[in-house]
T-cell receptor
Framework: GAVVSQHPSRVICKSGTSVKIECRSLDFQATTMFWYRQFPKQSLMLMATSNEGSKATYEQGVEKDKFLINHASLTLSTLTVTSAHPEDSSFYIC??????????????FGPGTRLTVL | TQLLEQSPQFLSIQEGENLTVYCNSSSVFSSLQWYRQEPGEGPVLLVTVVTGGEVKKLKRLTFQFGDARKDSSLHITAAQPGDTGLYLCAGEFRSGAGSYQLTFGKGTKLSVIP
């Protein structure tokens, strides 16, 4: 099956610093990548949709200047949390979509990145 | 906003028992996917159902998509401790100009006691 990796798996940083998370599709080319956020005991909340070579589309309430997304190639997307604060601590998960069209499209999820901001 | 109501939120059962998890919405989805997530890991796709009324089986797991493609269920027969985990349903819908998204239910945390 399709494999998606994320790096780093865990990161601890000081408040005010920036953190970059990488998402890679290892054995397929993903036209679209998605970034989710998951708080403890809660479900996944979509933050943004990223298409290769174009600007990301952010969900309502997600600050685009704080969560910078770059999708430079069909196999790599990055999420940078700028000026991180303790409330940004969360589990960040990316997924890569194979836009096969009909009848449906599948997303394959990375293993997630646990961000802790002190 | 597409909403998916998933129930129950928590389920603790004895090994060998059967269980059903439900996923309901007022919206029609082009497809519905079921995932299982272990703590500290990303969700793993179990199955995708597309056609109204569709039933898919994966060993002891049976997935059904409602006729109107607004609801789905996951039934586990003779649950095993290895089935313990967080089960998530996610509905696919088309948004904007041809793009698509997944909206997730809140999940069902299943514990199977040996």
């Amino acid at each position: 099956g399709a494999v998606v990796s994320q790096h780093p798996s865990r990161v601890i940083c000081k408040s005010g610093t920036s953190v970059k998370i990488e998402c890679r599709s290892l054995d397929f080319q993903a036209t679209t990548m998605f970034w989710y956020r998951q708080f403890p005991k809660q479900s996944l909340m979509l933050m943004a949709t990223s298409n290769e070579g174009s600007k990301a589309t952010y969900e309502q309430g997600v600050e685009k200047d704080k969560f910078l997304i770059n999708h430079a190639s069909l196999t790599l997307s990055t999420l940078t949390v700028t000026s991180a604060h303790p409330e940004d601590s969360s589990f960040y998960i990316c997924s890569a979509g194979i836009m096969a069209g009909t009848p449906y499209n599948e997303q394959f999820f990375g293993p997630g990145t646990r961000l802790t901001v002190l | 906003t597409q909403l998916l109501e998933q129930s129950p939120q928590f389920l603790s059962i004895q090994e060998g028992e059967n269980l059903t998890v439900y996923c309901n919405s007022s919206s029609v989805f082009s497809s519905l996917q079921w995932y299982r997530q272990e703590p500290g890991e990303g969700p793993v796709l179990l199955v995708t159902v597309v056609t109204g009324g569709e039933v898919k089986k994966l060993k002891r797991l049976t997935f059904q998509f409602g006729d109107a493609r607004k609801d789905s269920s996951l039934h586990i027969t003779a649950a095993q401790p290895g089935d313990t985990g967080l089960y998530l349903c996610a509905g696919e819908f088309r948004s904007g100009a041809g793009s698509y998204q997944l909206t997730f239910g809140k999940g069902t945390k299943l514990s199977v006691i040996p």
